[in-house]
């Protein structure tokens, strides 16, 4: 995994311990991932590194989530990959499709398959609009949420570190992206 790689899973990584509080949760847990592409691909690998307990992968194409399953149980064998939805409970749900760019998008599920109410957390790879519709819909449903502001965050964080050398300057950098994303 080349560096930007590397940075772009740690984003993700960093972004659901600190943006939704899974500090300790993440090993073990029950995640459904949306969205097998290469962001997708990128959670996958991460989420499976930390020992969570079973990854349910829904992609557009069903090729490309049986791939990306093939990956993880080579790297990660521990961990039990289902391709589609979870008939119970997950810990999370992340967004990783483009669906929620645009206020009119549906949701990026079936929900004749799954249910927002089945989530303990929300995390939507999505930055702009700050809540998307899947956002919306986790409030709702009392959800942990967080859009990908974060990862967006530290992966510019990451980046800086590395063609400097020097720790980045967090807190100047979150409210420079808050004032130029959201105005």
């Given amino acids: 995994m ?104 549906d949701l990026p599920f079936d929900k004749a398959q799954f249910s927002v109410s089945q989530a303990r957390a929300v995390y939507d790879m999505i930055y702009r609009p700050v809540e998307t519709p899947l956002l919306k819909t986790a409030k709702a449903a009392a959800c942990r949420t967080a859009n990908g502001l974060g990862m967006l965050l530290y992966q510019g964080a990451r980046a800086l570190e590395i063609w400097t050398g020097q720790a980045a300057p967090l807190d100047i950098m979150r409210r420079a992206l808050e004032e130029n994303v959201y105005g």
């Fill in 2 to 105: 080349g560096k930007g790689a590397r940075a772009d899973a740690e984003a993700i990584d960093r972004a659901l311990r600190e943006d939704l509080g899974m500090e300790m949760e993440l090993a073990k847990a029950t995640v459904l991932l949306l969205g097998a592409g290469g962001a997708g691909r990128t959670a996958a690998l991460k989420l499976a590194s930390e020992d969570i307990a079973e990854l349910f992968l829904v992609n557009r194409t069903k090729i490309k989530a049986e791939t990306l399953a093939r990956e993880i149980a080579m790297r990660s064998p521990g961990v039990r990959v289902t391709i589609g939805y979870p008939a119970g409970q997950v810990d999370l749900v992340i967004n990783a499709t483009s669906l929620g760019l645009k206020p009119a998008d």
